[in-house]
């Protein structure tokens, strides 16, 4: 796996195990998930792009705290994650309130003292 832009500097790949925890788990580090990556086969027979969205799109709460508690809070990656899809300020697609529900159980409960 490899993100475009080490692709782009011809670094080498990093490998990584065949499952979807292991990408995650890569992806999750060093705010590897802002960048689009590139997964190649073992055998180097296919390629599959991962857009950036991916991380967003795939709805994972567990992963999305795991970015919070590494980012700087939820405020921090709300504004990266803004700024990037810019919904504009009628939100017709909806994104912020996508963004308001797969974070909610992230937020402080009023009840929480």
């Not at 799109?57 to 795991?66: E, H, K, L, P, S």
């Not at 939820?74 to 797969?102: C, K, N, T």
Request: hydrophobic letters at 40%.
């Amino acid at each position: 796996m490899i993100s475009a832009g080490d692709l782009a500097l011809d670094r080498r790949p990093a490998l990584i195990a065949p499952s979807r925890e292991a990408v995650m788990s890569y992806l999750g580090a060093d705010f590897r998930f802002t960048s689009d990556h590139y997964v190649f086969s073992q055998n180097h027979e296919w390629i599959c792009r991962l857009d950036q969205d991916v991380t967003l799109i795939a709805g994972d709460t567990n992963f999305i705290r795991q970015v919070v508690a590494s980012c700087g809070g939820l405020q921090s990656v709300m504004d990266l994650m803004l700024d990037d899809f810019d919904p504009g300020p009628s939100d017709s697609v909806g994104l912020r309130r996508y963004l308001a529900e797969i974070t909610r159980t992230l937020r402080p409960s009023s009840n929480d003292d």
